[in-house]
């Protein structure tokens, strides 16, 4: 591939290969994925910003040609995949790629989803461009990773790396599945005019950031039908002077993020799933103070309890120690180190903790508001010399007796080095879409994801959900 730029040679890789060429743990990732982010939409379905989100895309409906959750008839590609995609990544409950902190497959899933439908593709197609579209996105985070300060430059910058790259990871998918080899380089330079994300709504509110993998999956697909049609884009669109780098990253990127071993080591099946609906950086506190609970310690015997993480998190788990010792509401727990010791402690559901653990109720909840008092969240320099490739956390709990005892998880759950099993992942799917599913359609959508590369027409996988019940079991925020 000497001489071709970084965007022809991501094409190259995509439209180069097929569902054949798949190592057999991507296309085992690739069906628990479609599960995982199915399940989280239709989990997210009854949010007011979803109903919204619906209701935008109804009123722009032209021709339907692709299935949203929860709207009844089909919409138009890019619209079905704006609903879906805001509704896989409203609940802080889609997977996470590290160490790039990006959510990868809330754009990209929604974004293939769609064209699939459009394009009549069957099982194996979609499982070709998801794969390839999550390849895309993840090696255009890394290359915005500082090795140096171990973060992203996209975070420092205030860009919110997961709906950046995932417009360009999504366009990808969508142009592959286009059956337009030929226009994939130029997807990614229309979509790079369209991918955008500010996070400045993780600071100070508002619910925006829930619309941004909808947005990015909406480019990607607009970008696909745009390259269709003949609209192109300049070969040079990533590390050009005035390219994707130059524009997010001021010129400071790694190009061999993006191209060294492509095609031969996959990122996919590395891409951590979450167990929790909760910021990644609290999982494994769940975990450590319910290690705490099995060994027969519960809140009333606890004086203090020390949670160390890692520095950088802090900011964003422990900070302001009072806001985060008294959520308000159920997604404010969701970022609260000291409620995250409470789910653990007091029992959580599903995995070990469910969305039925991050209600405004439990928030408030008097007993567990007396046990955040009592939590403190201070930074580790074995956890921060670990971050950003694990989110660690070592807990020290001070009983009422004067004893001490400490516990600590330096691995995520979910991870290369805990993986979840596609049982595991059913499990987690059903927690969200049996309150909101019959129990064939849920059932349904579970066997269609198991045997995905046997299905002629991928309507079989995405159709059921069109008909949800909106006003079942309550979800955070």
């Known amino acids: 591939m000497s001489g071709r730029t970084l965007g022809e040679q991501l094409a190259d890789f995509a439209s180069g290969s097929s569902y054949s060429d798949l190592p057999e743990a991507v296309v085992e990732s690739v069906k628990m994925r479609l599960l995982d982010t199915l399940g989280i939409a239709v989990a997210a379905a009854g949010l007011d910003s979803s109903r919204a989100a619906r209701r935008w895309a109804v009123e722009q409906a032209g021709a339907g040609h692709a299935s949203a959750v929860g709207v009844e008839d089909k919409l138009p590609a890019n619209l079905a995949a704006f609903v ?228 950088p998190i802090v900011r964003t788990i422990g900070e302001p120690i009072e806001v985060k010792r008294s959520p308000e509401t159920g997604y404010m727990a969701q970022f609260s180190g000291p409620y995250a010791a409470a789910v653990g402690l007091f029992g959580g559901g599903g995995l070990g903790a469910s969305l039925e653990d991050y209600t405004d109720e439990l928030a408030g909840d008097p007993a567990r508001r007396a046990l955040m008092q009592r939590v403190d969240i201070v930074a580790d320099d074995r956890c921060t010399k670990i971050f950003p490739h694990q989110f660690p956390a070592i807990v020290t709990a001070l009983l009422t007796d004067g004893e001490t005892v400490v516990e600590e998880v330096l691995t995520n759950k979910g991870g290369p080095d805990r993986p979840l099993s596609f049982a595991a992942l059913s499990q987690k799917f059903h927690s969200n879409v049996d309150p909101h599913l019959t129990a064939e359609a849920a059932s349904a959508v579970t066997g269609t994801c198991r045997r995905l590369e046997e299905v002629a027409h991928v309507s079989e996988l995405i159709s059921p959900l069109r008909a949800v019940d909106l006003q079942a079991a309550p979800v955070p925020g």
């Open 84 to 311: 879906n995609g805001v509704l896989m990544h409203s609940l802080d409950y889609d997977d996470t790629h590290l160490p790039s902190v990006l959510h990868p497959s809330a754009s990209v899933v929604p974004a293939a989803l769609a064209a699939a439908e459009r394009a009549g593709a069957d099982g194996p197609r979609l499982i070709h461009a998801v794969a390839v579209g999550l390849e895309a996105c993840v090696r255009l985070g890394m290359a915005g990773y500082d090795e140096e300060s171990g973060s992203s430059t996209f975070f420092e910058h205030g860009q919110h790396a997961t709906s950046i790259c995932g417009a360009m990871g999504g366009a990808v998918a969508a142009s592959v599945l286009a059956g337009r080899p030929d226009r994939v380089v130029h997807a990614l330079g229309v979509a790079a005019s369209m991918a955008s994300g500010i996070i400045e709504g993780n600071r100070t509110g508002g619910t925006i950031k829930r619309l941004h993998c909808g947005w990015a999956a909406h480019a990607a697909v607009s970008a696909g039908e745009l390259s269709d049609l003949g609209i192109t884009g300049p070969p040079t669109v990533l590390e050009g002077r005035f390219g994707f780098f130059q524009a997010w990253l001021h010129g400071r990127f790694d190009a061999d993020a993006v191209t060294k071993g492509l095609g031969d080591v996959w990122s996919v099946p590395d891409i951590f799933f979450k167990p929790y609906p909760a910021n990644h950086f609290t999982h494994t506190i769940v975990d450590a103070t319910s290690a705490l609970r099995r060994r027969g310690i519960d809140p009333s015997r606890i004086d203090r309890l020390t949670v160390g993480v890692p520095a």
